[in-house]
C-alpha cells in the first residue's frame, strides 16, 4: 500500500468519528452549542453560584399526571415550567389555570407537537404564534419561551424564532433523564440526582405517553435535592440570576427583566 493510499485510508477512516463527536449534529445544528449560547439565542442552562435548578415538563397539559405533578411541586413548594402544546391547552384550560395559579410558569411547545426540522417557516410561525396566543389568556407579561418538540431546530427556524422574539430553551445536555423511554423510577430519579449542578435546566413530560414512573421519581428527588439545599425556580427566574443572560438577550426577554 502506498503511501497516499494510506492518507485516504485513514482520512476515511475518521469520517464517520467526525459526524458522531461534533456537537452540531445533535440538533441539526448548522453552528455549535457555543455559537448560540454566546449570542443567546438559545439557553441550555445557566450558570450560577447559587443552588438552584429549574425543572421543566413538555407536552402536556394531560388530565391524570398533571394534576399529580402539581401536587408534588406544591408539597414541597417547588416551581417549575410546562413547556405546552396548544392543542392540549384548548383541551385542558383548567389545568392550564391551575399551573399559573401555582406559580408554575408556561412555555410553548407548538401547537401539534410538530417536528420543526422540516417544516416550513410559514408553518413554523403559524404553529408558535397560534399556541402563544392560547397561552398569553393565562401569563401576562408574554415570556415567548419557546422549546422545539424533541429539541430538532434548524438555522432558519432559530433565526425567525430571534426575529419573532422567542427565545430557544433547551435542557442541560446531561439532565435528560429520558423518562419518556420509561426506564423506571429509580433510574430516571437516579440521573437527575448525580448529574444536578447549579443552573442545571431538567428535561421531564407530564403527557405524551404514561407519565406515573415520572411522577414518582419527582416524589423522590425533591425532597433529597431540596435537603441538600437546593431550591425549585422557574427558567425566567433562572435567567435573571444571571447578568450576562440579561444583556444578551432579545427584546421578549428585557421585558421579563423589567416587567411592566
Ligand atoms: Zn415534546
Known sequence: MGL??????????????????????????????NYYELKGDIVWEVPTNEKVAAITFDDGPHPVYTPEILDILKKYHAKATFFLIGNRIEKYPYLVKREVKEGHELGNHTYTHVSLRQISYLKFLDEANRT?????????????????????????????????????????????????????????????????RNGSIILLHDSGGNRSQTVKALDKILPKLQHEGY???????????????????????KNIVSPQ
Open 231 to 253: 431550591h425549585f425556580i422557574t427558567v425566567t427566574e433562572l435567567l435573571r440570576m444571571n447578568p450576562r443572560y440579561a444583556e444578551l438577550f432579545n427584546f421578549g426577554l
Open 132 to 196: 402563544e396566543h392560547l397561552i398569553e389568556a393565562y401569563q401576562r407579561p408574554q415570556l415567548k419561551l419557546f422549546r422545539p418538540p424533541g429539541g430538532g431546530l434548524n438555522s432558519d427556524i432559530i433565526d425567525i424564532a430571534k426575529i419573532e422574539n422567542f427565545e430557544i430553551i433547551l435542557w442541560s445536555w446531561d439532565q435528560d433523564p429520558r423518562d419518556w423511554a420509561t426506564p423506571g423510577v429509580d433510574r430516571i430519579a437516579n440521573h437527575i440526582l448525580t448529574h444536578i
Open 4 to 33: 497516499n493510499q494510506r492518507h485516504i485510508l485513514c482520512f476515511l477512516y475518521f469520517i464517520p468519528l467526525l459526524i458522531f463527536y461534533c456537537p452540531s449534529h445533535v440538533y441539526g445544528f448548522t453552528f455549535n452549542r
